[in-house]
């Protein structure tokens, strides 16, 4: 079992920046790809980025390249989302992920993937 508590969220003018984190319970997460994901009013939750076990690779979606940055500290079970230069459109609720298939696993959007999930944090971009 893995849990996942995600915190950082908040309301932020555009162009400024917040830092989410996802802590995660259990001696699986060094081993565990993570992904975050987005869900924003009235639209389906879609993927923002995800990072494999070491750290060494790293996927974004499109809209968020450039602008945000997915690490880990796995000392901490800790994997964050930094993000930069944001917009509203980047208004949702963010939620972590974890992917337990194993450190071979690539970093991945396909959510059916990621077997345990946080409850999400609400980030507001105002204009």
């Known amino acids: 079992q893995v849990q996942l508590v995600e915190s950082g969220g908040g309301l932020v003018q555009a162009g400024g920046s917040l830092r989410l984190s996802c802590a995660a319970s259990g001696r699986t997460f060094s081993r565990s790809t993570m992904g975050w994901f987005r869900q924003a009013p009235g639209k389906e939750r879609a993927f923002v980025a995800a990072i494999n076990w070491s750290g060494g690779s790293t996927f974004y979606t499109d809209s968020v390249r450039g602008r945000f940055t997915i690490f880990r500290d796995n000392a901490k079970n800790t994997v964050y989302l930094q993000m930069n230069s944001l917009k509203p459109e980047d208004t949702a609720v963010y939620y972590c992920?974890?992917?337990?298939?194993?450190?071979?696993?690539?970093?991945?959007?396909?959510?059916?993937?990621?077997?345990?999930w946080g409850q999400g944090t609400q980030v507001t971009v105002s204009s």
């Open positions: 992920a974890a992917d337990l298939s194993g450190p071979r696993s690539i970093p991945s959007s396909d959510q059916s993937r990621y077997a345990y």
